[in-house]
């Protein structure tokens, strides 16, 4: 991949992302498709799902809580939140025990 198309792969371990991935092994196990269509489709996914989340959703919230750790690697931000409380902008507060927060740098092509 090169870095104008880099997409992260956060989203594969999603319920759709283990459910496509669960579907592609079965069709590559049944000799339908090869491996190579398959990591495409991946990739396509990893693509797909960057670019809706970043052209399509535009609530936004505030998380008060416990910062229990952080970490930087590869320009991805990584933080444990503990005893953490979500205020989405309609103004409903999510209590939440642990969340993990990844944050990543936009591609050039995605909206802020």
Known sequence: MTARNQYYEFYRQSSIGIQLTDALDE???SGHINPILAMKVLEQFDK??????????????????????????????????KNAHFKLDNGELLP?????????????????
């Open 27 to 29: 069709l590559i196990t």
């Open 48 to 81: 797909s799902i960057a670019e809706t989340l970043a052209n399509n959703v535009k609530s936004k919230g505030n998380v008060k809580g416990h910062l229990h750790n952080y970490r930087l690697c590869d320009e991805v931000w990584t933080f444990i939140v």
């Open 96 to 112: 939440v025990e642990r969340a993990k927060i990844v944050a990543c740098k936009m591609g050039e092509n995605a909206q802020r």
